[in-house]
């Protein structure tokens, strides 16, 4: 019996054995398919065991966490929900996470390697660090007035510091909370549906993520195209523009709002916003040079990162001469977000150089250790320094003496350009309301800040006078904020 | 030959008993157990649990009053065994006390710690009533007729989770096939040491087979029958895959005929084809095995099975530590069927490995009894109550990883089920009543001072 009695032990042996290889081909071999299957639980539970990281306005955190005890522990709360709504985006159980909240999420969530004290220290221990925080360029009163300024309506505000890149304002009205988003259940799914389905369009970014036609602002870009292209050499001579113009290849006249526009120079054409005169020199510059122009602007640029993606800002590269005269004077199928003209306005105030907009200052660790610093760094030099000399004057000069008088600022340089952009089908849809500005102290070097807002309803549809109107003031509001240190 | 005094005695040949190793090994099974216990605590709430010292000392007064019937009634009996089942218990309620922190409203740790109590209680009762194990021989029959009729009593309850295995009384529930497990054993190795000549040398030879008359061969058939009837019945095909290999074991330990095996293997696969093809839970388990994650592609989100891979995947080698996994994502079985994978994850596959090898050493002790004794009932019970474990331990863990299909068994000791864990306890003392005999010294050995295990039966 004994010879049986150890066979039927080996056959034991055979069994332990085979659960040995088993637990090994499960738990080593194929652990790592199996963590990461989307019907696990677990990545998504350890994410929220502890508190997310901060991001932080100005040394003061705008976020939050809060233990509500289940299965996912921490949940997001957010300091002045829709005011920094544009900033933080939103860090949802449910519908995951956008803008900064996205993007630095591997910091935030405490994933990323950089948080490690070694490499590969995360993926041998398994485990994550303590989240980090963000800490954003973003100035809290400058935001606040951008908010203030909207007051509600539908519009976007972007403010950059034209010298470093450093976004200092992004405001898109109306806006949501995103704490109200966080968790799980019916109330955030109920919120998101509500959110989604909002005329308003609440949790769309206007500030990056929305174009509009830009209008009568965009002359700006038209005329650093021309002055560089030298297709205007002084800036104060007359021009051969006809008014009203007939676009090339058409019989359809371009009219103008402004009178005094016939044959205007370049300067009077940007004061008073004169049609005419700026869609001539588009033609004149050429679909080619024009286009490469646009491009040193950021336009036609569909990898802009802040560090979140900003939506495309578009010139058509392929057009006729009727096209790019309406296209020269930010009609047509020109559109740009409000960040892509607070970066003109801030070339023009920059010199010409236009730096890289970004809006994280830098990453830090759990204990405060910084993990990351973004430096400012030229993205183009978007005109010749020259030429921003001369379109500084004139900006200037719409302020002091043009369409944008309703943003100047005692004892401040301001520089400015109104725009009115008619949209929709004859243009039956609400205009919106354009201003772009930038602000230098006269005691200072270098410029302050350089302003983008749009408002989408304007009251009064008279171009450019609803840009000096209902967008100069809120410029101006953000600017005083800038100035005041 | 070693030179020796010519006019010394000759030595005093005593087999040492070993009762101060087992003594020292169960301080060591408690320490782990309320380390482990601690440890939950610590990695949960930053704590040691208050009730750490009750823990502790209730544990090891279990212990120790074991021990002391083991040393007063079993003095020779293996000293592993003892410890191995209280660390195997221990570890269960650390296990499930860990589980109980995720659910509040369910605390099944003090219920297991009452019936373990129990356990512990019925173990000593045997080790000190049952003097001798062939006693058991005269009660074949009648043991039978029990297990048969507390297999059948759970076919008049309604089913819980789909299994007609319970029986319950009020508030209370029990598993009566936990209870025919031993009885089973004790009437096959009675059945088989009577009639394993028969079996093995008389009927007809057809092609290599011999095969046995029908007067012995009987039994097999009607067991055979009656495994397929209980897991119909009850839809239970753990039990019935249980009590078969038992048997073929048993079987095959007893006559030594490999055709045996043959049949078995091919009796089992035939009724295994036959239930799983068409009874409706059995072959929903069969399809969760061959495809765990058909419920996730099919949007139903994970099934147990895959719920449980994910648990042991999450162990890794070393595991995230007690109380720092969450295997209570498999949801309602997480502390009975499912509790190996809290341990493959926290204590990850070198805890688990662990744990099989001291279910392997708990095997292995019960063979070695069964070598060790000289009377054939001895031998096949004790075969058979090793085998039991063994066959228990593999047929839940190799389900819950995937490795066959899975069958709703409790992992011995660890798992949550107070009919389970007294079962168990009662299996370990019959173990210790085996093995002391096997170890305990023979009259001739003592007198003439020669040690060799007496082999009635080298075949």
């Known amino acids: ?485 | 030959m070693t030179p020796s005094t010519a006019d010394a005695p000759p030595p005093e040949l005593r087999l040492p008993k070993r009762r101060g190793v087992e003594l020292c090994l169960l301080v060591g099974a408690v320490l782990i157990s309320v380390y482990g216990y601690a440890n939950v605590g610590l990695a949960r709430n930053g704590a040691v649990p208050p009730d750490v010292a009750g823990y502790g000392g209730g544990l090891g007064l279990l212990a120790l009053l074991a021990h002391l019937a083991v040393r007063f009634r079993a003095p020779y009996a293996d000293p592993l065994l003892l410890p191995i089942a209280v660390l195997l218990n221990g570890l269960g309620l650390v296990l499930i006390y860990r589980l109980d922190l995720e659910t509040p409203k369910d605390q099944a740790a003090p219920t297991q710690l009452i019936w373990s109590t129990l356990g512990v209680a019925l173990f000593i009762a045997v080790v000190v009533l049952l003097r001798d194990h062939r006693v058991l021989q005269r009660y074949a029959y009648l043991s039978v007729a029990t297990a048969l009729a507390l297999m059948i009593v759970p076919i008049f309850f309604p089913a819980v989770n789909g299994a007609k295995i319970w029986i319950r009384i009020g508030g209370l529930s029990f598993q009566p096939g936990e209870f025919a497990k031993i009885l089973l054993a004790v009437f096959f190795a009675a059945y088989l040491a009577a009639n394993r000549n028969a079996l093995a040398y008389t009927g007809r030879r057809i092609w290599k087979l011999q095969l046995p008359t029908g007067r012995v061969l009987g039994p097999i058939v009607a067991i055979w029958l009656l495994s397929v009837g209980v897991l119909v019945l009850e839809r239970d095909l753990g039990t019935s895959l249980l009590f078969f290999g038992l048997f073929v074991i048993m079987l095959y330990v007893a006559t030594g005929r490999t055709g045996w095996i043959a049949v078995g293997l091919l009796l089992a696969a035939v009724g295994a084809f036959v239930v799983g093809s068409f009874e409706p839970h059995v072959h929903s388990r069969v399809q969760d095995w061959l495809d765990p994650f058909a419920s996730i592609d099919a949007g139903r989100g994970p099934s147990q099975l895959a719920q449980s891979l994910f648990a042991f995947a999450a162990g890794g080698m070393l595991g995230t530590g007690l109380g720092l996994g969450h295997s209570v994502l498999i949801g309602f079985a997480a502390k009975s069927d499912f509790i190996l994978a809290t341990a493959g994850e926290e204590l990850g596959l070198s805890g688990l490995t662990a744990v099989f090898l001291l279910y392997a050493l708990l095997v292995a002790r019960g063979y070695r009894a069964g070598l060790a004794l000289r009377d054939p009932f001895g031998r096949l019970l004790s075969i058979g109550l090793a085998s039991i474990l063994a066959l228990q331990v593999f047929v839940i863990a190799g389900g819950v990883m995937g490795l066959i299909p899975l069958t709703g068994m409790a992992m011995p000791f660890l798992a949550q089920g107070g009919s389970s864990v007294v079962t168990n306890w009662i299996i370990v003392a019959l173990l210790i009543r085996v093995s002391d005999v096997a170890r305990r010294p023979h009259p001739d050995q003592v007198e003439t001072g020669v040690i060799a295990p007496v082999l009635e039966d080298e075949r």
């Open chain 1, 1 to 485: 019996m004994i010879r049986y009695i150890r066979r039927a032990a080996a056959f034991c042996l055979l069994l332990l054995v085979a659960l040995l290889l088993n637990a090994a081909r499960i738990q080593l071999f194929e652990a790592d398919e199996l963590d990461d299957n989307p019907a696990n639980r677990r990545n998504t539970i350890d994410r929220y065991d502890e508190p997310r990281g901060n991001i932080l306005v100005g040394g003061k955190s705008v976020t939050g966490s809060k233990d509500t005890g289940e299965q996912l522990a921490y949940e997001r709360t957010y300091l002045h929900g829709p005011l920094y709504a544009p900033v933080t985006g939103y860090a949802s159980q449910t519908y995951g996470t956008t803008l900064i909240e996205n993007a630095e999420d591997g910091i935030l969530s405490g994933t990323d390697s950089l948080l490690a004290p070694f490499p590969l220290w995360n993926d041998i221990t398994r485990g994550r660090q303590p989240g980090g925080d963000v800490v954003t360029t973003v100035k809290d009163s400058m935001q606040r007035a951008a908010y203030d300024g909207l007051s509600g309506r539908r519009g976007a505000v972007a403010a950059v510091e034209p010298s470093t890149g450093r976004i200092l304002a992004l405001v898109s009205t109306p806006s949501y909370d995103p704490e109200r988003l966080s968790g799980t259940g019916s109330p955030v799914t109920d919120a998101w549906a509500r959110l989604n389905a909002a005329k308003s369009r609440p949790m769309l970014n206007r500030a990056i993520r929305q174009t509009y036609p830009p209008g009568s602002t965009f002359k700006i870009v038209t005329a650093a195209a021309a002055l560089d292209a030298r297709v205007v050499t002084d800036p104060d001579a007359g021009t051969d523009t006809p008014s009203p113009y007939v676009l090339p290849g058409t019989t359809t006249t371009l009219p103008n709002e402004a009178s005094g526009c016939a044959k205007a120079s370049l300067a009077e054409a940007i004061r008073v916003s004169c049609n005419t005169v700026m869609a001539h020199l588009g033609v004149e510059v050429g679909l080619d040079k024009m286009v490469e122009a646009v491009g040193r602007f950021g336009f036609n640029d569909g990898g802009l990162r802040i560090p979140s993606g900003v939506a495309k800002s578009n010139f058509d590269t392929d057009m006729s001469d009727d096209q790019l005269a309406l296209s020269s004077i930010g009609q047509f199928d020109t559109t740009a977000t409000p960040l892509q003209m607070a970066m003109v306005a801030a070339a023009v105030a920059n010199g010409g150089d236009l730096r890289y907009p970004h809006l994280v200052d830098r990453t830090t660790a759990h204990d405060g250790d910084t993990v990351q610093q973004q430096g400012s760094r030229s993205y183009h030099q978007a005109m010749s320094p020259s030429t921003a000399m001369q379109l500084q004057r004139m900006m200037v000069d719409v302020v002091e003496d043009g369409t944008g008088s309703n943003a100047a600022i005692d004892g401040v340089k301001v520089g400015g350009k109104t725009g009115t952009a008619q949209h929709g089908i004859d243009n039956s849809g609400t205009p919106y309301a354009w201003f772009i500005s930038w602000a230098q102290n006269p005691d200072s070097g270098r410029p302050a800040v350089a302003v983008a807002v749009v408002v989408e309803d304007a009251s009064a549809d008279r171009a450019d006078i609803s840009g000096g109107g209902s967008a100069a003031p809120i410029a101006r509001a953000v600017m005083e904020a800038a100035l005041d240190g």
